[in-house]
């Protein structure tokens, strides 16, 4: 196939010029006095939203797996896709610690923000009830704590000093939601026992109480109670009077007494009366 003429001859091509504007580049400088104010992220809370969670365990695994990916990005070591995707992808208990720590800073940073600078800075002017109730105090970890009267029993130090946690809280209730499925479904008592192995929560009868009445599995398993049965009528021998009063007219009495006697003393040991009722048919 030949096209038109003109396209073999180079001659017959027609001439552009083309037309190039000179733009010149807008450079921003900055005074380096000038201070640069970076937007930080302050709370694992404004990463991740806990509210897309409904188990504490997957909160917990996507919460490790951030911080892997936050650590492989710091890293300026060379790394291998494939041997990381391979050998990476496990999460040990250290790395489930770590989170949990995360989110009990985080949420005790916001919630008990006073309590937290007053343990801090301990002033005698200011000394809030919730501390001097609670004999708080902050561990070497940055988690406030709280002090009781049992430092002297055999319990774990988890339990002789639990973590406090706020009683409204979406993290609160993944932590109650956890111990009542521990539990195997049981009911707010064994639930409550559960989580003061570790945690301290305000009124938590009334927490717990919240979320267990929402669990579905605990609501079909549990229906309403047996109701009472209606008594059938009385039978015909209770209530007629003629069929009564005949039982009582055709019945014999009959009495007799007993003298026990001490035969070696030759005296009356003791006296028995016995009375027969003889009813008739």
């Known amino acids: 196939?030949?096209?038109?003429?003109?396209i073999s001859d180079e001659n017959s091509w027609p001439t552009w010029t083309p037309q190039v504007k000179q733009e010149t580049l807008l450079l921003t400088t900055t005074d380096?006095?000038?201070?640069?104010?970076?937007?930080?992220?302050?709370?694992?809370?404004?990463?991740?939203?806990?509210?897309?969670?409904?188990s504490l365990k997957k909160l917990l695994r996507v919460t490790c797996y951030v911080f892997k990916f936050v650590n492989l990005c710091k890293s300026k070591r060379p790394y291998n896709l494939r041997?990381?995707?391979?050998?990476?992808?496990?999460?040990?208990?250290?790395?489930?610690?770590?989170?949990?720590?995360t989110w009990i800073t985080d949420i005790q940073n916001g919630k008990f923000s006073s309590e937290k600078e007053q343990l801090v800075n301990p002033s005698k002017d200011k000394?809030?009830?919730?501390?001097?109730?609670?004999?708080?105090?902050?561990?070497?970890?940055?988690?406030?704590?709280?002090?009781?009267r049992i430092h002297n029993s055999q319990l774990d130090d988890s339990a002789k000093f639990p973590v406090l946690l706020p009683?409204?809280?979406?993290f609160t209730d993944?932590?109650?939601?956890?111990?009542?499925l521990q539990m195997l479904h049981s009911g707010a008592g064994q639930t409550i026992t559960q989580i003061r192995q570790s945690?301290?929560?305000?009124?938590?009868?009334?927490?717990?109480?919240?979320i267990v009445?929402?669990?579905?599995?605990?609501?079909?398993?549990?229906?309403?109670a047996f109701p009472q049965q209606i008594s059938p009528p009385l039978p015909k021998d209770r209530v007629t009077i003629r069929f009564r009063l005949r039982q009582l007219v055709l019945i014999s009495l009959d009495h007799y007494s007993l003298k026990i006697m001490d035969l070696l003393q030759n005296r009356i040991f003791a006296y028995s009366h016995v009375l027969v009722f003889v009813p008739y048919t």
């Open 1 to 6: 196939m030949q096209g038109p003429s003109w």
């Open 32 to 54: 380096d006095n000038e201070k640069m104010n970076p937007c930080v992220l302050n709370g694992i809370s404004k990463i991740i939203d806990i509210s897309r969670f409904s």
């Open 83 to 101: 041997k990381y995707a391979r050998h990476g992808k496990y999460i040990t208990k250290d790395e489930i610690d770590r989170a949990t720590r």
């Open 127 to 148: 000394n809030l009830p919730l501390v001097r109730q609670l004999r708080l105090f902050i561990d070497t970890e940055g988690v406030i704590r709280c002090a009781g």
């Open 167 to 170: 009683k409204k809280n979406q």
């Open 174 to 180: 993944l932590i109650i939601l956890n111990a009542h």
């Open 199 to 210: 945690y301290w929560i305000p009124s938590i009868r009334q927490c717990v109480n919240h």
């Open 213 to 224: 009445q929402k669990c579905v599995k605990c609501r079909k398993v549990t229906g309403k």
